[in-house]
């Protein structure tokens, strides 16, 4: 049974422990944050440590670590503390749902990656380190998802899609074939993308491929 530390306290923790548990058989020991956000010494029922100090209760030689955090400020949040835990030299792991249909034998999954039910991601697709995928997406062949995205559910990403590091897929939305997602884009639920967007561009429904700076 291996060991895990979960950062994060939110829903998304909650759920990630559920399947970690209940389908792979790992233990989840404790949650940490940063210190100043901490409010109380438990979560869940489990411990709760500042993660400044979290290598002295939970070394690194005996736990690995997941990185729970939703999509906030671009992802630019997921990012940083993906990158502090590296830094502190914990393995990441990720997380693939026996519900989803990947073949891992021609799809690479990078670290600290959490992939929920019914997701269907094709032959030769490449998906980042910290990505979230929520159920019901649908990623088609040799499409390349960057790091520290978050894909919503039934998102719908063609053949040959280039989505760039940090953006945002939402609920319905989808992706036209052989298109580039710049870094950082904003796709809103049931927006349809036919062109390629611009970096940090900002797409609304009825505004479909129109850049809206935030």
Sequence with gaps: MKKIIIFGIGDFAQLATLYLEKTL??????????????????CFGKPLIPFEEIEKTYPISQYDMFVALGYKKKNS?????????KAKGYKLISYISPKATVDINTTRIGENCFIFDNVIIEPFAQIGDNVTIWGGAFIAHHTTVGSHCFIAPRAAIAGRVIIEESCFLGVNSTIRDNIKIAKQSV?????????????????????TFLPIKG
Aim: proline share 0%.
């Design 187 to 207: 796709i809103g639920a049931g927006v349809v993308i036919l062109k390629d967007t611009q970096a940090e561009g900002v797409y609304k429904a009825r505004e």
């Design 77 to 85: 949040i997921k990012r940083e503390v993906f990158n502090l835990v």
């Design 25 to 42: 058989n790992f233990e989840v020991e404790a949650y940490t944050l940063h210190k100043e956000y901490i409010v109380g010494d438990t």
